[in-house]
């Protein structure tokens, strides 16, 4: 059974940087996992930030960032606001599967 | 611009078929690329891949579900559908369609319960 780990929660103070990560039991993640990045807001469906690893969707505010870094695919927030306090879900691609990560809950304080 | 809808009743007893639909508006399933598929998310959980679909009805499914999940495509209603058997009160979830790239639907809600 692969599994897609993320930080559990993360505190990041307004106006500052934070990089969530997605790491995968099989390995190093690679472009080949086409990892993808989703914001999810209470009572709302997810919203999709990034694909292939750093692609932005149009709708992707410019502070938002993907990345893979040090065997993991990483969402950098530059210049944190108050509205990006949220669920964040990475998700991987393994052969015609899909795995999601079990979230990290970002605090904006 | 694309939207997704999803459909089907909101509860469903232990031991039955639950079904879904979700029907695509601004793009047509006949001669899309991409893969078409279900999410869910059980109250208060993460999130949950499914299956999902092609236009020409390869189909991918989660292992652990695999023995349950039915994903089918109809081109002609634009439509593609869930159908996971045999529910319990385990299968309770909002429920979400979505194309692979980033475009979801609002999701629905499903209780397994008599």
């Known amino acids: 059974q692969t599994v897609v780990t993320q930080e559990p929660s993360l505190t990041v103070s307004p106006g500052g940087t934070v990089t969530l990560t997605c790491a995968s039991s099989?390995?190093?993640?690679?472009?080949?996992?086409?990892p993808n990045w989703f914001q999810q807001k209470p009572g709302q469906a997810p919203r999709a930030l990034i694909y292939?690893?750093?692609n932005k969707h149009s709708w992707t505010p410019a502070r938002f960032s993907g990345s893979l870094l040090g065997g993991k695919a990483a969402l950098t927030l530059s210049g944190v606001q108050p509205e990006d306090e949220a669920d964040y879900y990475c998700?991987?691609?393994?052969?015609?599967?899909?795995?999601f990560g079990g979230g990290t809950r970002l605090t904006v304080l | 611009q694309l939207q997704l809808q999803e459909s089907g009743p909101g509860l469903v007893e232990p031991s039955e078929t639950l079904s879904l639909t979700c029907t695509v508006s601004?793009?047509?399933?006949?001669?899309?690329?991409?893969?078409w598929g279900w999410i869910r998310q059980p109250p208060g959980k993460g999130l949950e891949w499914i299956g999902s679909?092609?236009?020409?009805?390869?189909?991918q499914y989660n292992p652990s579900m695999k023995s349950r999940v039915t994903v089918s495509v109809d081109t002609s209603k634009n439509q593609f559908s869930l159908s996971l058997s045999s529910v319990t009160a385990a299968d309770t979830a909002v429920y979400y369609c979505?194309?692979?790239?980033?475009?979801w639907g609002p999701g629905t809600l499903v209780t397994v319960s008599s």
């Open positions: 679909i092609n236009y020409s009805g390869k189909t």
């Open positions: 292939s690893a750093s």
């Open positions: 998700l991987l691609y393994y052969d015609g599967a899909r795995v």
């Open positions: 601004g793009a047509s399933l006949r001669t899309s690329s991409y893969y």
């Open positions: 979505a194309r692979d790239g980033g475009w």
């Open positions: 099989t390995g190093a993640v690679t472009s080949g996992y086409y």
